[in-house]
Protein backbone atom coordinates (compact mmCIF):
# COMPACT_ATOMS: atom_id res chain seq x y z
CA UNK A 1 0.00 0.00 0.00
CA UNK A 2 3.05 2.53 1.26
CA UNK A 3 4.67 2.22 -2.39
CA UNK A 4 1.57 2.82 -4.50
CA UNK A 5 0.77 5.97 -1.93
CA UNK A 6 4.56 6.89 -2.99
CA UNK A 7 3.87 6.59 -6.86
CA UNK A 8 0.65 8.69 -6.68
CA UNK A 9 2.21 10.77 -4.66
CA UNK A 10 5.36 10.98 -7.62
CA UNK A 11 2.55 11.87 -10.37
CA UNK A 12 0.83 14.91 -7.95
CA UNK A 13 4.73 15.94 -7.61
CA UNK A 14 5.42 15.90 -11.07
CA UNK A 15 1.96 17.76 -12.50
CA UNK A 16 2.90 20.71 -9.60
CA UNK A 17 6.04 21.10 -11.28
CA UNK A 18 4.58 21.38 -14.55
CA UNK A 19 1.86 23.63 -13.61
CA UNK A 20 4.75 25.76 -11.62
CA UNK A 21 6.86 25.99 -14.86
CA UNK A 22 3.87 27.17 -16.99
CA UNK A 23 3.23 29.95 -14.65
CA UNK A 24 6.73 30.51 -13.90
CA UNK A 25 6.93 30.97 -18.23
CA UNK A 26 3.78 33.14 -18.17
CA UNK A 27 5.58 35.34 -15.95
CA UNK A 28 9.01 35.86 -17.79
CA UNK A 29 6.86 37.48 -20.57
CA UNK A 30 5.12 39.86 -18.34
CA UNK A 31 5.28 40.86 -14.82
CA UNK A 32 1.29 41.15 -15.09
CA UNK A 33 -0.60 38.74 -16.11
CA UNK A 34 -3.84 40.76 -16.82
CA UNK A 35 -1.51 42.34 -19.69
CA UNK A 36 -1.76 39.39 -21.67
CA UNK A 37 -5.29 39.68 -22.28
CA UNK A 38 -5.21 43.45 -22.79
CA UNK A 39 -3.58 42.82 -25.18
CA UNK A 40 -5.01 39.46 -26.75
CA UNK A 41 -6.42 40.62 -30.24
CA UNK A 42 -9.46 39.37 -29.72
CA UNK A 43 -9.92 42.09 -27.18
CA UNK A 44 -8.50 44.75 -28.87
CA UNK A 45 -11.14 44.00 -31.82
CA UNK A 46 -13.89 43.92 -29.57
CA UNK A 47 -12.90 47.47 -27.69
CA UNK A 48 -12.60 48.91 -31.14
CA UNK A 49 -15.81 47.67 -31.92
CA UNK A 50 -17.16 49.16 -28.90
CA UNK A 51 -15.09 52.48 -29.85
CA UNK A 52 -16.86 52.61 -33.75
CA UNK A 53 -20.07 51.24 -31.96
CA UNK A 54 -19.91 54.11 -29.88
CA UNK A 55 -19.45 57.09 -32.61
CA UNK A 56 -21.58 55.69 -34.61
CA UNK A 57 -24.40 56.20 -32.04
CA UNK A 58 -23.18 59.46 -31.14
CA UNK A 59 -24.05 60.61 -35.25
CA UNK A 60 -26.83 58.32 -35.92
CA UNK A 61 -29.70 60.63 -35.18
CA UNK A 62 -27.93 63.66 -37.92
CA UNK A 63 -26.48 60.97 -40.50
CA UNK A 64 -29.39 60.95 -42.63
CA UNK A 65 -27.62 57.57 -44.68
CA UNK A 66 -26.28 55.96 -41.55
CA UNK A 67 -28.84 53.35 -40.82
CA UNK A 68 -29.28 52.41 -43.91
CA UNK A 69 -25.34 52.54 -44.76
CA UNK A 70 -23.91 50.71 -42.07
CA UNK A 71 -27.19 47.67 -41.13
CA UNK A 72 -25.49 44.96 -39.52
CA UNK A 73 -22.15 46.27 -40.59
CA UNK A 74 -18.72 45.66 -39.45
CA UNK A 75 -17.19 47.89 -37.50
CA UNK A 76 -14.86 49.35 -40.67
CA UNK A 77 -17.92 50.55 -42.63
CA UNK A 78 -19.38 51.94 -39.55
CA UNK A 79 -16.26 53.96 -39.16
CA UNK A 80 -16.62 54.92 -43.13
CA UNK A 81 -19.76 55.65 -42.43
CA UNK A 82 -18.63 57.99 -39.49
CA UNK A 83 -15.78 59.60 -41.46
CA UNK A 84 -18.52 60.37 -44.38
CA UNK A 85 -20.46 62.01 -42.11
CA UNK A 86 -17.80 63.90 -40.69
CA UNK A 87 -16.99 64.90 -43.93
CA UNK A 88 -20.36 66.35 -45.01
CA UNK A 89 -20.55 68.71 -41.93
CA UNK A 90 -17.28 70.15 -42.88
CA UNK A 91 -18.52 70.74 -46.56
CA UNK A 92 -21.33 71.93 -44.82
CA UNK A 93 -19.60 74.01 -42.97
CA UNK A 94 -17.41 75.77 -45.91
CA UNK A 95 -20.79 76.13 -47.58
CA UNK A 96 -22.44 78.02 -44.51
CA UNK A 97 -19.57 80.58 -44.68
CA UNK A 98 -19.27 80.95 -48.60
CA UNK A 99 -23.07 82.27 -47.53
CA UNK A 100 -22.25 84.16 -44.64
CA UNK A 101 -19.36 86.30 -46.95
CA UNK A 102 -21.80 86.36 -49.93
CA UNK A 103 -24.67 87.68 -47.75
CA UNK A 104 -22.66 90.37 -46.61
CA UNK A 105 -22.89 91.67 -50.26
CA UNK A 106 -25.91 90.46 -51.20
CA UNK A 107 -26.64 91.82 -54.83
CA UNK A 108 -22.71 92.25 -55.80
CA UNK A 109 -22.25 95.72 -56.03
CA UNK A 110 -19.32 97.44 -56.65
CA UNK A 111 -18.33 98.93 -53.09
CA UNK A 112 -16.87 102.59 -53.13
CA UNK A 113 -13.86 103.18 -50.86
CA UNK A 114 -15.31 106.73 -49.56
CA UNK A 115 -17.81 109.57 -50.86
CA UNK A 116 -15.08 111.17 -52.93
CA UNK A 117 -16.05 108.79 -55.79
CA UNK A 118 -18.88 110.91 -56.12
CA UNK A 119 -20.37 114.09 -57.12
CA UNK A 120 -23.96 116.25 -57.18
CA UNK A 121 -26.49 114.24 -55.90
CA UNK A 122 -25.05 110.98 -55.64
CA UNK A 123 -22.04 112.35 -52.84
CA UNK A 124 -25.28 113.92 -50.86
CA UNK A 125 -26.94 110.69 -51.05
CA UNK A 126 -23.68 109.33 -49.83
CA UNK A 127 -23.14 111.72 -47.34
CA UNK A 128 -26.72 111.09 -45.77
CA UNK A 129 -26.33 107.30 -45.98
CA UNK A 130 -23.59 107.29 -43.62
CA UNK A 131 -25.41 110.06 -41.40
CA UNK A 132 -27.68 107.32 -41.10
CA UNK A 133 -25.71 104.73 -39.74
CA UNK A 134 -25.44 102.54 -43.03
CA UNK A 135 -21.77 101.70 -44.75
CA UNK A 136 -20.21 102.33 -48.09
CA UNK A 137 -22.02 98.85 -49.02
CA UNK A 138 -25.41 99.97 -48.67
CA UNK A 139 -24.68 102.85 -50.30
CA UNK A 140 -22.94 100.99 -53.35
CA UNK A 141 -26.63 99.40 -53.69
CA UNK A 142 -28.40 102.96 -53.17
CA UNK A 143 -26.31 104.53 -55.97
CA UNK A 144 -27.70 101.15 -57.91
CA UNK A 145 -31.19 101.78 -57.23
CA UNK A 146 -31.68 105.40 -57.35
CA UNK A 147 -29.81 105.14 -60.81
CA UNK A 148 -32.22 102.58 -61.96
CA UNK A 149 -35.07 104.55 -60.65
CA UNK A 150 -34.46 108.13 -61.72
CA UNK A 151 -30.70 108.77 -62.53
CA UNK A 152 -30.45 110.59 -59.47
CA UNK A 153 -32.54 113.85 -60.76
CA UNK A 154 -34.38 115.22 -58.00
CA UNK A 155 -37.03 116.44 -60.70
CA UNK A 156 -37.56 113.08 -62.65
CA UNK A 157 -41.45 111.94 -63.37
CA UNK A 158 -42.96 109.19 -64.88
CA UNK A 159 -46.84 108.93 -65.99
CA UNK A 160 -47.95 106.77 -63.24
CA UNK A 161 -47.03 109.67 -60.76
CA UNK A 162 -43.89 108.27 -59.56
CA UNK A 163 -41.27 111.44 -58.34
CA UNK A 164 -37.76 112.40 -57.70
CA UNK A 165 -34.93 110.92 -57.05
CA UNK A 166 -36.41 107.64 -54.76
CA UNK A 167 -39.69 108.04 -57.41
CA UNK A 168 -41.94 108.65 -54.47
CA UNK A 169 -45.23 107.17 -55.62
CA UNK A 170 -47.08 109.74 -55.15
CA UNK A 171 -44.27 112.44 -54.76
CA UNK A 172 -46.54 114.25 -52.48
CA UNK A 173 -45.54 111.46 -50.19
CA UNK A 174 -42.33 113.18 -49.68
CA UNK A 175 -43.98 116.23 -48.29
CA UNK A 176 -43.65 114.12 -44.72
CA UNK A 177 -40.10 115.38 -44.68
CA UNK A 178 -39.99 118.60 -45.82
CA UNK A 179 -42.49 121.44 -48.22
CA UNK A 180 -39.59 121.34 -50.33
CA UNK A 181 -39.73 117.91 -51.67
CA UNK A 182 -40.41 118.76 -55.62
CA UNK A 183 -36.66 120.11 -55.72
CA UNK A 184 -34.95 119.51 -52.93
CA UNK A 185 -32.32 116.59 -53.23
CA UNK A 186 -31.95 116.26 -49.59
CA UNK A 187 -35.52 116.21 -48.92
CA UNK A 188 -36.14 113.52 -51.35
CA UNK A 189 -32.95 111.51 -50.41
CA UNK A 190 -33.81 111.72 -46.31
CA UNK A 191 -37.17 110.49 -47.35
CA UNK A 192 -36.29 107.56 -49.87
CA UNK A 193 -34.26 106.04 -46.83
CA UNK A 194 -36.59 106.54 -44.50
CA UNK A 195 -39.28 104.54 -46.66
CA UNK A 196 -36.29 102.22 -47.14
CA UNK A 197 -35.13 101.59 -43.97
CA UNK A 198 -39.13 101.14 -42.61
CA UNK A 199 -40.06 98.55 -45.34
CA UNK A 200 -36.72 96.91 -46.41
CA UNK A 201 -34.40 97.96 -43.20
CA UNK A 202 -31.40 98.43 -45.70
CA UNK A 203 -30.81 99.61 -49.18
CA UNK A 204 -29.16 96.20 -50.29
CA UNK A 205 -32.27 94.52 -49.43
CA UNK A 206 -34.34 97.28 -51.75
CA UNK A 207 -32.21 96.56 -54.37
CA UNK A 208 -32.23 93.11 -53.96
CA UNK A 209 -36.12 93.45 -54.49
CA UNK A 210 -36.32 95.69 -57.36
CA UNK A 211 -33.45 93.34 -59.27
CA UNK A 212 -36.22 90.48 -58.31
CA UNK A 213 -39.60 91.59 -58.81
CA UNK A 214 -38.11 95.24 -60.72
CA UNK A 215 -39.62 97.76 -58.47
CA UNK A 216 -39.14 98.64 -54.49
Known sequence: ?????TRHASRIAAVLVLALGGVIAVLAITDDAS????????RAAAEAQAEAEEAAEEFRNEHVDYIAETAGADVTV????????AQDKAE????????AAMNTNPTSVDIPSSCDEFSGNRATGCAITLE???DLEQFGCLEKLWTK????NELAANPRGAYGIPQAYPGSKMASEADDWETNPVTQIRWGLGYIQGKYDTPCAAWAQSEAEDFY
Open 92 to 99: GLDDAAEE
Open 132 to 134: WGF
Open 149 to 152: ESGW
Open 1 to 5: MLPLL
Open 78 to 85: KAEAVGDY
Open 35 to 42: DLDERHPS
